[in-house]
């Protein structure tokens, strides 16, 4: 198979948005707030001009193209999240013991689970993620994308029903809905 002699992938910036570079370490403002994260490989150079930033490797094998292409997606769902933000809906289910949910600090306590004394808890992860609790909807809004992804499954988690028939106790708190709204 032939070497390709470099790939050059570009992403657009938007207005509204700045991105800066420096040694690898890409950051990302806009009014949403600030995302920061190191790339470092040792083959794949990224630079910045006004209106795009640039990915390059010079001779690359099969880990550097994907490496390429995940960078390119984490850098774009930076600049969407300082922009637009994350919003994931999940719903409580209860058939017969009503679940209370609470958010306190960065945990969120789940009360009464399947008639259990002892609470469930779940963290949140980051500084930018908010957990909502309306009725039975529970929103988790931020402007990372792989917090707000990881705190809907921690909280997910920590409703997992164990050693019993999941076709009958389907209890639970379970994502609904992702959204990928403006930002208020």
Do not use: C, W
């Amino acid at each position: 198979m032939v070497k390709l002699a470099n790939i050059t992938e570009t992403i657009p910036v938007p207005e509204g948005v700045a991105v800066s570079i420096v040694d690898n370490d890409v950051t990302v403002k806009g009014d949403g707030g600030e995302l920061k994260r190191n790339f470092n490989h040792n083959k794949i150079t990224i630079s910045n001009d006004e209106e795009n930033v640039t990915l390059h490797v010079a001779f690359p094998n099969k880990k550097d193209k994907a490496m390429v292409g995940t960078i390119r997606s984490h850098i774009t769902n930076m600049i969407y999240g300082v922009k637009h933000g994350f919003t994931y809906k999940m719903k409580i289910v209860y058939a017969h013991f009503p679940m209370t949910v609470k958010v306190k600090g960065n945990i969120v306590t789940i009360d009464n689970f399947l008639g259990e004394r002892s609470p469930r808890t779940a963290k949140i992860i980051g500084d930018d993620v908010k957990v909502a609790v309306k009725g039975e909807d529970v929103t988790i809004t931020g402007i990372n994308k792989e917090h707000v992804g990881q705190t809907m499954a921690n909280i997910e988690q920590a409703t997992k029903i164990k050693g019993r028939d999941p076709r009958i106790f389907q209890d639970g708190i379970y994502l609904v809905d992702k959204r990928q709204e403006e930002l208020e």
